[in-house]
């Protein structure tokens, strides 16, 4: 895949890259995982959250020594966030990287990295000030072999078996300064800008999945004949196949917009986040309607579909994307959050200030969405709100409430 250019699709021709557009990687991605969703969680792993994070924001020495061989393929890279005790809540960061003057000193452990045992560079996010909350935290550039680097076991997973995922102990690794990507504390605000783009490669390789296992249902339903007729020519199984088409090409759409606000500069927060929430779901469904439509056969391993199952159920974080979503739209506004017991009915105090949206989340869903601008500090949720009312008539329900304002904090 080096060779054919694939592993540094992005990067620009002067670091050994392709220099093609986020729609031609999106292309790529979706072809490659129709067929092997494995193969292209290693490239979509080292193509949008390792070559784009440090092309992006490392400096021209970081460039230079490890982009053009990250692009070729010569070596492979890893982004390594999760932890633990830190999954879907990537702030409560356990790992340590102390400042040391020249270096930092590193301890910690890593989960369910992609790569993991086959990288040489690792992307790892660390926490130097925990007072600083996720302002204190930094992104550092980690070489195999550095002392006190450990890879641990690999995952023994449902889908993708083919790519590696392992966890990493770091013990006492001094890694030196000019190893951190950005300023001093820029850690988290990497690894949520590269993981947007990232999203954008979950997506395409979920769509893959989809497109994958369409293609195979659909020919499957031409060629199986059942009552006297081809499959396909029975109701029930080309409105499933309508159905996932439908499915497919909307998703292909909202990747498509995702990919094109990447590629025009424009904020992809959040497309990206909605791309890979609804492209996960499509690849779920269509995938075990796919082995559906195989009646008994798409139960055994000689048909790919059943392969294509299991990836489509294991797409990672997938569910926790609602939040995500949220997060996203707090980065394109401005935000101020804060938990609020509902103490009346139908009013919800907020502290003073001008706001133009305000969304009310019950864990990650969003139950009510109010537009109305208002300098009050009484919001009137009766008869706005996207659900039924007497939801939150409950005297003391807890309740997220996340006002989302034009003005940075
Ligand atoms: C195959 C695979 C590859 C991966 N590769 C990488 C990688 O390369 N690098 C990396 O850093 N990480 C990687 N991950 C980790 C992945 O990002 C995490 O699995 C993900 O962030 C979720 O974290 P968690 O598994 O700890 O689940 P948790 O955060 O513990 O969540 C458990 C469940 O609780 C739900 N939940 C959590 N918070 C809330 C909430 N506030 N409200 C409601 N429900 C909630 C979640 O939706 C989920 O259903 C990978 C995971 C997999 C499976």
Known sequence: M???????????????????????????????????????????????????????????????????RLASGEIL????????????????????????????????TKNWITNGGTA??????????????????????????????????????????????????????????????GEDGFGFKFAMKTLSGGRIGIASQALGIASGAYELAKKYSKERKAFGTEICNHQAIAFKLADMYT??????????????????????????????????????????EAVQIHGGYGFVKEYHVERLMRVGQELPDSTMEMEIMAGSVKM???VKSFNKKVVAEETINVPAGTYDCM??????????MITKKTTSKLWYAKGVGLVKQEEYNKKGDLV???V?????D
Request: aromatic fraction near 8%.
């Open 400 to 402: 997220g409430l996340t």
């Open 77 to 108: 890279g890893a982004f390594c966030l999760s932890e633990p005790e830190a999954g879907s809540d990537a702030t409560s960061q356990r790992t340590t990287a102390i400042d040391q003057g020249d270096h930092y000193i590193l301890n910690g």
């Open 120 to 181: 040489d560079v690792y992307l790892v996010i660390a926490q130097t000030y925990p007072e600083k909350g996720h302002h204190g935290i930094n992104a550092l550039i980690v070489e195999k072999g550095m002392p006190g680097f450990e890879v641990g076991l690999k995952e023994n997973k449902l889908g993708i078996r083919g790519s590696d995922t392992h966890s990493l102990m770091f013990t006492d690794v001094k890694v030196p300064k000019e190893n951190r990507i």
């Open 2 to 68: 080096g060779e054919l250019g694939f592993m540094g699709m992005m990067v620009a021709p002067e670091y050994g890259g392709s220099g093609l557009d986020t729609v031609s990687y999106v292309l790529a991605m979706e072809e490659i995982s129709k067929i092997d969703a494995s193969a292209s969680v290693v490239m979509s792993v080292n193509n949008s959250l390792v070559c784009w994070g440090l092309e992006k924001y490392g400096t021209e020495e970081q460039k230079q020594k490890y982009l053009p």
């Open 359 to 368: 969304v009310v989340t019950e864990h990650t869903e969003t139950k009510m």
């Open 404 to 408: 989302l304002t034009n003005f940075k």
């Open 332 to 334: 394109d506004f401005g």
């Open 247 to 288: 499915e497919i090409e909307a998703a292909r759409l909202l990747i498509m917009k995702a990919a094109r606000d990447k590629d025009n500069d424009d904020n992809y927060d959040l497309s990206s986040a909605a791309a890979k929430v609804y492209a996960s779901k499509v690849a779920m469904d269509v995938t075990v």
